[in-house]
């Protein structure tokens, strides 16, 4: 396999760098560039400053002064997860990028988007820019790489509405989100507590997870960053803890000895890591069923995916025991890890480095296997 120059963009608003575990975004670009490191291809990265990646060069497109000014002096923990996506801050970090790209570019490079606002970087730089992990719906590339098949087909369908027809794109892709084993740590004892991660939210069925763990007498511990304008939660709730966002540690070591993760999240969830990064630790997952779960949670197998309370709560008190914690390890690392997911983005990037030929006509009489899209088991 050919080895590529990717030019990863980080965000205006967060640093490239573990810390900052509640984006998962954030996380994304942290992982893409281990993930590319570790197979031997160049990465060059357009962050903040105090960014810590693996990567062939970070440059600094937005500083630690210029963070604060634009974000109020909070520091970039504790920024909005929705800034202005085209405010000032990142339409300085991004003429900076543009400039830093320019100097460093040369033929058949890639340019790696993290979000659907850094259209301007890819066509000020003219290199091939892709999209990766897509999340969100305002996308721009002719090259997207969606996190899973649910959400490619929404975005089709908002795209394609007011025509009669929807045709495929054969330079798209759907590559699922990818995870670094070392950072989650397997048990098979667990503890009798419920968890729930992610942001404190009715649209991620907080709500629904506090009745489960209501109606299942069990503690139910919430981590995530807090919303103000929705007051979820009530300080005397005995059963509930509230214990904030958490780092990667300490992530770690609650989906570790968690009875089960509770994901029922009630929007159109693209993908839902969280789910996987708990099956990483052996630890079950319970979800909606809809959305990215059913490509992500083997129902009967790794977690269940529930469509009403019944089965929710039938789930958490009694469908987690029939499932076997080394599978659940097992199936995430084969499928989800950054070393499976990464064979299959360098079959995606040799398929865009055949757009300087013929494209979905050229012809490669070395190929051995056609392995990039088979799952585990």
Known sequence: MDKYRIHLIGLAHTKSTKEYSH????????????????????????????????????????????????????????????????????????KRAIEEINKRKQPHDL????????????????????????????TFSHHRVFESYSWMSYVYGLQYKNQSGCDGRFF?????????????EYCDKKQDYLLYIGRITARKGVSLAVDIAHRTGRKLILAGKDNPAEPIL???DLLIEYVGPVGPKQRSELMKNARCILVPTIYWEPFGGVNVEAMFCGTPAITTDFGGFPETVQ??????????????????????????????????????????????????????????????????PDRTELNWLNRWP
């Open 234 to 236: 009530k300080k005397d």
């Open 23 to 94: 984006c998962a975004y954030t996380q994304k670009i942290l992982k893409m560039g281990k993930m590319m490191i570790d197979l031997g291809h160049a990465v060059y990265h357009y962050g903040a400053e105090g960014s810590d990646l693996q990567c062939t060069e970070h440059i600094t497109c937005i500083t630690d002064d210029e963070q604060a000014y634009h974000f109020d002096d909070k520091g970039w923990p504790e920024v909005s997860f929705d800034p202005d996506w085209h405010g000032l801050a990142y339409q300085l970090m991004h």
């Open 111 to 138: 340019l790696f988007c993290s979000m659907g606002n850094q259209a301007e970087v890819a066509d000020k730089t003219q290199v091939l820019a892709c999209e990766m992990g897509i999340g969100y719906t305002y």
């Open 172 to 184: 798209d892709a759907v590559i699922p989100n990818y995870f670094d084993p070392d950072d989650f």
């Open 299 to 364: 129902h009967g197998k790794t977690g269940f995916r529930c469509r009403t309370l019944e089965q929710f709560i039938w789930a958490v008190e009694k469908g987690v025991d029939q499932l076997d914690s080394n599978y659940i390890r097992d199936y995430a690392v084969n499928n989800y890890s950054l070393a499976r997911v990464g064979k299959m983005y360098e079959e995606y990037m040799h398929q865009l480095d055949s757009l300087h030929g013929k494209g979905m006509y050229e012809l490669n």
